[in-house]
């Protein structure tokens, strides 16, 4: 409600004090060009300008990546350096105003001293031999991929491409730095990850990690898109306070937010598929390349997910899939809500259909003859106790009313010429991830009134993270929800824990705080033994603080699996679209949706992250494109006005959500399972339906 309402504060809300600076990045308005000066004469003249920080001003290196957060990247380009994008930070401007900020931060003055063609395309990388190396192995199952592609009874190659997309957060890249009275920071940032936020700063100003003191409100989204880019603000607001002794605040504007910041990766798939008469796949190569843009600092990871979900929901004996990493004159891309997984889904669902229109048969009866079945491996050595699409795939084809509609659909093609229909269906699988993924929760219970409150290490976005965490708690404590309220994550309440990212931070918060109230029951069980059966809630409490026991407690989780994944997802996606083909105009006229969200924490919730990450995916899908002049790579479509979300006209107008009925996750935490990115992917079958 306060966020609908616009009450919920976020970095930009925080009370403005006196003498505070605001600050604006100036920009270098070429790629792949050598800066021979940076004229910053015009920029100090104008209104409310205190001062300029260039990297000549920078005591401690410009690299503002952590080690552990990826690739050295500098936080501003120096004279005799060449830009790796246009777009890319060459110095900062700090204002009495955020309007002085950006005025003066555009009448930076550069020269360069060479100026070489951008290469803005895969296409252009493979032909400048421009690639990173890929630490990552191929993936590879069976037989050798030339053997088992010359016994198949017929082979098809075809070649598929996802762009980019930007994250269109409702809140910009924001952060906010305020000198301490020891001498540190107090560091306020609009980001999804806690620790390398702080490491970043520390770095970046010399000063222990202990002093850099991070909070995060709510963030205004996130999709990824501030897991490691939010460090080019929080560093540079951390280097102006240090230098200045002043508070500190920068709020990009979403153009400068635009050209600046990196983008979902995209993706060329080359495949070469063999198969029998009847479309029973056989083998499957596919050659995955990724736009990294100009460091893969972020685009290892997407890769590695692109690597596990190239079969999505199907069986094959023989696989090999290789990845390609390529650099570009684009900002680095970094993950955006289903990195790697939301191209892989089209790659394979696109062949899949490629191979129906070959052998001309039904895409549905090809898909659902290739479907894995329960207790089958996937190529990445993924087992599948649990796969559940032998049975939902026949029911969602029943529930959807599929053979009828397609019928329908049919008829309406042969009785219109200017407007045409298309209707598809596809199957789902998506792997979930806890490895590597630490989160921890700190419980205190206060004894005035027997209040809860939680703080834990995720970032809440929009996702409902503090809901689920606070449901948890009133569950595990036996006490109502309204007694139990959430605080902002710090780096001092959550050191060392790991970003919010991939769909499972919830649940893994929710294990935390679950954790520490098994701690805190423990203590408030030995002391309800001394009571009678009768003792309240508050009458535990009352007698823990009168015997001095701790209503405190800390939860730590860090699990760790011996495959790939600790679960995998399972749905099914049906579309039907109409498009006038003289214009190109499209509208879905009915999206119905099949998520497994095992036993769901809260469906409210869940559902509602099914809808967002769905109509995400139609913007990827359908109107959202990102243009770059081919001469200096500056990006050309840096606002809504020229860059398309999704809008109301855009949405089905009939969309049904329907959560998995008696599905259970045994291996989830109580048995639920994440619902933030794998509907997102189901929007890939809206072009499959508009291919018709």
Known sequence: LIQASGEAKYTDDLPITPGMLFAAFMLADKANATIATIDVTQVLAATGVDRVITAA?????????????????????????????????????????????????????????????????????EAAGA??????????????????????????????????????????QSSQATPTDDGGISLHSSTQWLDVTQRSAAMMTGLPAGKVRVT????????????????????????????????????????????MIGKRN????????????????????????????????????????ALTICDNAYSCPNWLVTPYLVKTNHPTNTACRAPGVCPAVFFIETMMDDIAAYLKINPET?????????????????????????????QAILSMDFQSRRAAVDYFNMSNRWRKRGISIAPQKYGLAWNADNMSAYVAIYGHDGSVVVQHSGVESGQGINTKVAQVVAHALNVPLSMVSV???????????????????????????????????????????????????????????????????????????????????????????????????QQILRADILFDCGLSLNPAVDVGQVHGAFLMGLGYFTTEELKYDPTTGVILTD???????????????????????????????????????????????????LQY
């Open 639 to 689: 606002g809504t006005w020229e860059y398309k979300p999704p809008a109301v006209k855009d949405i089905p107008i009939d969309l049904r959500v329907t959560l998995l009925p008696n599905s259970p996750n045994p291996a989830g935490f109580l048995r639920s399972k994440a619902s933030g990115e794998p509907p997102l992917c189901m929007a890939a079958n809206v072009v499959l339906a």
């Open 57 to 125: 001003d920078l005591q401690f290196g410009t690299n503002f990546v952590p080690a552990m957060a990826g690739v050295a990247e500098p936080l501003f380009v120096a004279i005799g350096q060449t830009t790796d994008y246009a777009g890319q930070g060459v110095g900062l401007v700090l204002a009495d105003t955020p309007a002085h900020a950006d005025a003066a931060a555009v009448l930076v003055a550069l020269t360069y001293s060479s100026v070489k063609a951008p290469i803005l395309t895969i296409q252009q990388a």
């Open 131 to 172: 690639y990173f190396q890929c630490p990552l192995q191929p993936v590879q199952a069976g037989k050798p991929i030339a053997a088992a592609l010359a016994e198949s009874a017929h082979v098809l190659s075809g070649e598929i491409s996802c762009d980019s997309q930007y994250h269109l957060h409702m809140e910009t």
């Open 216 to 259: 995060i409100p709510r963030i205004g989204c996130a999709y990824g898109g501030k897991i490691t880019r939010s460090l080019m603000v929080s560093s540079a607001v951390a280097i102006a306070t240090n230098l200045t002794g002043m508070p500190v605040r920068c709020v990009l504007s979403l153009a400068t937010n635009m050209a």
């Open 487 to 585: 605080e902002l994550p710090s780096i001092f309440g959550q050191p060392n824990a790991n970003c919010t990212g991939g769909s499972v931070t919830s649940e893994l918060c929710c294990m935390a705080a679950q954790a520490a109230c098994t701690i805190l029951n423990g203590r408030l069980d030995a002391v309800r033994k001394a009571l009678p059966p009768t003792a309240t809630w508050m009458d535990v409490v009352n007698k823990c603080v009168q015997t001095f026991v701790d209503l405190s407690a800390r939860g730590w989780v860090a699990p760790t699996t011996q495959t790939v994944f600790q679960y995998n997802s399972y749905g099914v996606v049906c579309t039907e679209v109409e498009i006038d083909v003289l214009t190109g105009e």
């Open 266 to 305: 995209p993706f060329l798939c080359r495949y070469s598929a063999g198969f029998a008469d009847d479309g029973q796949l056989h083998a499957v190569k596919l050659d995955y390349i990724e736009d990294c843009g100009c460091s893969p600092s972020d685009s290892i990871g997407t890769m590695s997910m």
């Open 366 to 394: 090809i898909r659902g003859r290739n479907l894995y079945q329960q207790g089958q491996t996937t190529p990445y050595a993924q087992p599948l106790p649990y796969c559940s699409l032998q049975a939902i795939w026949p």
